[in-house]
């Protein structure tokens, strides 16, 4: 049986755009993993609760169910030791963990400002309303607020970046010569920013631009997924 | 023949401050490989000339001479496979790199405005002269200027650290279970503040605090050092 993976969609159906699914959708790939997604909007709590939470990823895996991004990695990871490892060794695993926070502490927020008003008119129409009114009551302030004067707030955007550009000068991809799940945390950032928006966020000659595009260049299921490529 | 290290030194000869230094010092402590440091100023330029650039970490070990903190991590390790790892294996090298750019490009930039006048209180009278010069024209401000409102700039730094506290959050160590080369890059940029400053930088409470007394409590060379403990 397929592995089956529960992925944010917008309104269309095949515009996938969460950080987190995109660390798996990549994981997988990593993997050689055939997986069969499931597009799914913030609202629909019921389809999920079997998971016994209302977020995903969710993963089945036959009998199985697994929700967070980290825990499916690692439960990918030990299932199948003789597919690509997406840690290059157990030992590995805990460097990443300082890779995820960062960019759940650092990226994530400050792709934030940036983009929340092209993913919000990405949605489905029946996510609008709860989207709004959760993101605005986390933020303190509207969307439209939120990204306002975009145009400045890049540049201190592309300053956060700093540590991922001086890494990225040094090697082809965080985990060197070869890109492993660490380098997946964050092109997922990336990935919800291109699946969205618009608006430029690199220079075309930063190293962090030329990174995505390797990473684009490797993975069809990136390349070809819809988004911008700006 | 031992190793010897040229390691920076305030007025006090065994005041030993260079955030680069303290990684190589507890990478040896690691290693358990024993040293002779030398200390070291600024303006002893050409007391290192051997080395052919000018400044410290430099290691001699017999007919080697060795500069650069990640050049001379790397040298230890594959002169002593035999030794505990400082990596835990070859491939995890890269993600070290990104713990490394994270703290050249925000840590010590962040800890310098809260930091310097005290380090240059703890200085030799000939390097200080030198210290203000090279330091105000990088800053384009006084050092004093540069650390004005320390008690309102921590908070920020406090913030910066977000992605090291929620990694402690999950893990002893930023290697896991048990500290290596990646937590002494980080430790190290909080050695070269307790060895000069009495300026509080961390809540007793707070992830990253416990994190480093944890440290301090494996590394006598670091606990023993002349510094604050704040």
């Not at 993993?33 to 913030?42: H, I, K, Q």
Request: proline residues 6%; hydrophobic residues 45%.
């Amino acid at each position: 049986m397929a592995l089956i993976l529960y992925d944010l969609a917008g309104a269309e159906a095949d515009r996938r755009f969460s950080p987190y699914c995109w660390r798996i959708r990549l994981a997988l790939a990593h993997k050689e993993l055939a997986v069969e997604t499931m597009p799914w909007r913030f609202t629909d709590k019921e389809a999920i609760a079997f998971s016994g939470q209302g977020r995903v990823p969710v993963l089945v895996d036959a009998e199985k169910t697994l929700s967070g991004s980290w825990t499916i990695a690692n439960y990918l990871e030990q299932k199948h030791p003789d597919r690509p490892s997406l840690f290059d060794g157990r030992p590995r695993t805990a460097l990443t963990r300082f890779i995820e926070s960062w960019t759940d502490k650092v990226l994530l927020p400050g792709l934030m400002p940036l983009i929340l008003v092209d993913v919000f008119a990405h949605l489905h129409e029946k996510d609008r309303a709860y989207f709004r009114s959760s993101r605005e009551q986390r933020l303190g302030i509207t969307l439209e607020a939120a990204c306002a004067n975009r145009d400045e707030k890049v540049m201190g955007f592309q300053q956060t970046l700093e540590p991922l550009r001086a890494t990225l000068e040094i090697q082809s991809f965080l985990a060197g010569e070869e890109p492993n799940y660490a380098d997946y945390i964050v092109f997922g950032g990336f990935m919800w920013a291109r699946s969205t928006s618009p608006f430029k966020l690199l220079e075309k000659d930063d190293p962090v631009a030329l990174w995505r595009v390797r990473l684009l260049d490797r993975f069809e299921v990136a390349r070809l997924a819809p988004g911008y490529d700006t």
